[in-house]
């Protein structure tokens, strides 16, 4: 009886390879398309795009997307006799873009707009230099942002926002030192830090000075 089963699978053409060759053979096919399309090392993993693989597109590989070019932010400042108010700036400023370029305004613009600074440029310079969100520095930097100068941060520079605290930083004639960058849309602004600022720090020493001079002529 098996030898007439064996004969009738035959004659169907079931067992001679006529069914199960082609059956295997197409099964083989999808089951290497299978391994292949999870493969890490041919298709690039799950989820990878399959279509530039097929024919006509065999030996074309996708392009990668390419690196934007990194957001570079300026702010300057006077930074005289560095606080912790400072730091808070340029920490807020740097997570406006990927790059922070600091401008240290030059000892005769701040004579001119707010007084002679205790620190000179140098010193300013030296202390900005060394916090950790500063990338780059420009010493003698202008205390208004002029039309010259803003063209020079676009193209020198290479700067796409201009940062400045949400105090207001008024010019001697009233007008806002940032007019210009806020008009060309290419302003950013973040919080002051509340409670601290280089004048109260030269205010509170001279009143000490002055308390210790009074008590010495007491004495």
């Given at each position: 009886?098996?030898?007439?089963?064996?004969?009738f699978?035959?004659?169907?053409?079931?067992?001679?390879?006529g069914?199960?060759?082609?059956?295997?053979?197409?099964?083989?096919?999808?089951?290497?398309?299978?391994?292949?399309?999870?493969?890490?090392g041919?298709?690039?993993?799950i989820?990878?795009?399959?279509?530039p693989?097929?024919?006509?597109?065999?030996?074309?590989?996708?392009?990668?997307k390419?690196?934007?070019?990194?957001?570079?932010v300026?702010?300057?400042?006077?930074?005289?006799?560095?606080?912790?108010g400072?730091?808070?700036?340029l920490?807020?400023?740097?997570?406006?873009?990927d790059q922070?370029?600091?401008?240290?305004v030059?000892?005769?613009?701040?004579?001119?707009?707010?007084?002679?600074?205790?620190?000179?440029?140098?010193?300013?310079?030296?202390?900005?230099?060394?916090?950790?969100?500063?990338?780059?520095?420009?010493?003698?930097?202008?205390?208004?942002?002029?039309?010259?100068?803003?063209?020079?941060?676009?193209?020198k520079?290479n700067i796409?926002?201009i940062?400045?605290?949400?105090?207001?930083?008024?010019?001697?004639?009233?007008?806002?030192?940032?007019?210009?960058?806020?008009?060309?849309?290419?302003?950013?602004?973040?919080?002051?830090?509340e409670?601290?600022?280089?004048?109260?720090?030269?205010?509170?020493?001279?009143?000490?000075?002055?308390?210790?001079?009074?008590?010495?002529?007491?004495?």
């Amino acid at each position: 009886m098996m030898m007439g089963l064996l004969a009738f699978e035959n004659n169907q053409g079931l067992w001679n390879g006529g069914y199960y060759s082609q059956f295997f053979g197409i099964g083989g096919v999808m089951v290497t398309v299978a391994i292949l399309w999870l493969s890490t090392g041919y298709f690039g993993g799950i989820g990878a795009p399959f279509a530039p693989y097929f024919w006509p597109y065999l030996g074309q590989v996708p392009k990668k997307k390419e690196r934007q070019r990194p957001v570079r932010v300026y702010m300057d400042g006077c930074f005289d006799l560095m606080h912790y108010g400072h730091a808070n700036a340029l920490r807020q400023a740097k997570l406006l873009g990927d790059q922070l370029v600091v401008g240290v305004v030059s000892d005769e613009e701040i004579v001119v707009n707010k007084g002679p600074p205790v620190l000179s440029m140098e010193e300013r310079l030296t202390l900005v230099s060394g916090l950790k969100w500063v990338d780059e520095v420009i010493p003698n930097a202008p205390y208004e942002i002029t039309e010259e100068f803003m063209n020079t941060l676009f193209s020198k520079y290479n700067i796409d926002y201009i940062i400045h605290g949400d105090d207001p930083c008024l010019l001697p004639d009233g007008t806002d030192a940032y007019a210009l960058a806020k008009k060309a849309g290419r302003y950013k602004q973040i919080r002051r830090t509340e409670g601290v600022s280089s004048t109260d720090i030269v205010g509170k020493i001279t009143i000490l000075v002055s308390e210790e001079n009074i008590a010495n002529i007491q004495a």
